[in-house]
């Protein structure tokens, strides 16, 4: 996975771990996308860690990112 | 990405992370276009950069656009 | 987009920003087709146009009809 | 369309239009399925008929199944 | 339809009213994964059938599962 | 299916069964990725199996990573 910068320079990984990494890498960004400011964020944090509807609400993004993964990479067959 | 202006042009994007960008763009617009009014999009902003809950809704948003722009670029591949 | 009338005719757009236009305009018929009175529709449409969480789901579905079309459209490659 | 009855014998319509009918019909079939009692159902149908926030998700059932049943019609090209 | 039992021994169906019948099936046994104590189960049951919010989260459910069955079984073509 | 440890090896599955299997194992760690402190995770564990609109939104997350796990196995055709 060359994506250690923030830019995102591939879809493309190693393995099916390294792609959910970078899906969960993926739904982070997109959230801090839209609330750059990072002590914002980090104040946030507790708020959805201990509550289960925004944890399962997380998932599910990353599911639908990790699809996006898994395609491109032809699921790692 | 030539989608600088309103109009949106193409999904072809040169890179993936601008297809993330593209991805926020287009979810933006969608809000746009339902909210016409860019004062109250902009007083209802805050509202939802502090609520995690429509952060990791709005990340969702963002998993669906990019899907269908990652299947558009053949996942950069 | 030859679908001026209220049948869906087709989901070949000319332009991306044409199957936007289609997407907004296929989640609005989903929502006259459950609530199918304008009046109640119209006094509806305020209160979710100011709430930041409907706006987001909106998004969400203009997202996957969105897909949907890009897919009709072999992404306007 | 040939799904006059309660079975779905075919996911092919003639048009994009009567294929947003049948979207329809099978998001209304779902619900169905889960709260059989026609008297509750029709007892609920106002509740969600004039909450925007369900309308909306409504149409994001709507917009999965016609994902569907596009994809069986080939978009009707 | 060969899963009469409780293993999911194939997504191949006869028809696609069988196909929904699967469909259900599966959201239904996803639910019970979590929540494995069936008189819990029972007792829940009213709760989320008369809440139109629930049922249409549900149909939701069954619209994901739908697709992938529609998918396996080429649209039934 | 050999992601007995940690890791995600492979997205390959002898049965449909064991997709689901492995779906709801994803849908886990996914949680387990946000919230890292397993004895919170346990004692969060009962407000959600015991919530049917979460059970419903988790239901909605294994029937998306069921998809991409089926699209990986070709369905198990």
Known sequence: MTNAGNELTSLI???PQEGRDLAVKLARKSI?????????RKSLRKS????TAQLI???QV???EF???????NYWK
Chains 1, 2, 3, 4, 5, 6 share one sequence.
Do not use: K, R
């Open 57 to 59: 609400a997380s998932a």
């Open 13 to 15: 990984t190693s393995t």
């Open 67 to 73: 699809q996006t993964i898994a395609m491109a990479n």
């Open 62 to 64: 990353v599911a639908v």
């Open 48 to 51: 959805y860690a201990e509550d």
């Open 32 to 40: 801090a996308a839209i609330q750059t400011d990072p002590e914002i």
